[in-house]
């Protein structure tokens, strides 16, 4: 999945493992905006009065002088930081700050989206069309497991819910359900939204379990709220519950985002929202992208799992 049809590790911005920076840069980000924009209009205002002055005083052999350099300056002060984002743009995606600059600017637009149709899930009106209301064992697999965290109840609530969405497909806008939930229209990718809906059903979301979501590009998101990042071939087992990330060039770059049912020494066996439908869930995807269950083997293209610190 990629966000606003890029996918490359400086805009998505998963090569910067330096958070700190980030947020010195998404205010020098936002500084640089507001001087961009308020900065030529003062030097227009300034030229506008410069030139009243020069016409009650045709003298003012300077006035002229004086305009054309706050007219230059304006233009220059514009463009300067379109020629920097350029700069920054054609960096090597692995260069530090290049990486984390543009991390800045995609955390901004994916913060920007999720506000366009935000849905609390307290909203009783907008959660009958977009929220589903019924026992999270409307799906076909229960266990007791243990307690808390993935794995346990918390985890498996998470599957449950998942297995009551296998077969929602893109026929007839049937996914459009979780991409409205999470901020995105119908015509963009959804696996994160999928995997958003589902913690806002746990009731994860506003406990602050999980994150409101939109790209599948953020497991140090959920690092950042104190839950575990394991990555593949660590040695980790994935737990059921456990949200896992693809990266299907095996680059480092996560693309995809699906949630862990179980696992074996060779497959890691999921809920997949966006996805191609397997085995007795192709039927009921009917040929378009849907939520089926999904079997990965285990290699590089799963870049690894988040262990939200689910509730008992």
Sequence with gaps: MNLFQILSCSDVGTCCSNYAMVGVLDIGRKLVNLIQLFAPLVLMGASIFQLVKMIINPDDKKGLKNISNKLIAAVIIFFIPIVFDISIGILPED???????NTAKSMNEVSKASKMKYVALSDKEASNEFIYNGDYEKGVEKESGGLGSSGGVGGQKMVNIALGEVGTNEGGNAHHKYEAFSGLDDSQPW???????????AGYLDKNIMPRF???TFPRTFAAMGNDIHYEGSGYNPKAGDLIFFSWSCNGIPDHVGIVRSYDANYVYTIEGNTSGEG???????????VSRKSRPRNCTI????TPNYPN
């Design 280 to 290: 007795e869930d192709a039927s009921k995807c009917g040929g378009h992208a849907c």
């Design 303 to 306: 870049y690894g799992y988040a």
């Design 214 to 216: 939109v790209a599948c």
């Design 191 to 201: 696996c994160a939204a999928f995997v958003t809906w589902v913690g806002g059903q």
């Design 95 to 101: 260069f530090s700050f290049s990486a984390c600059w």
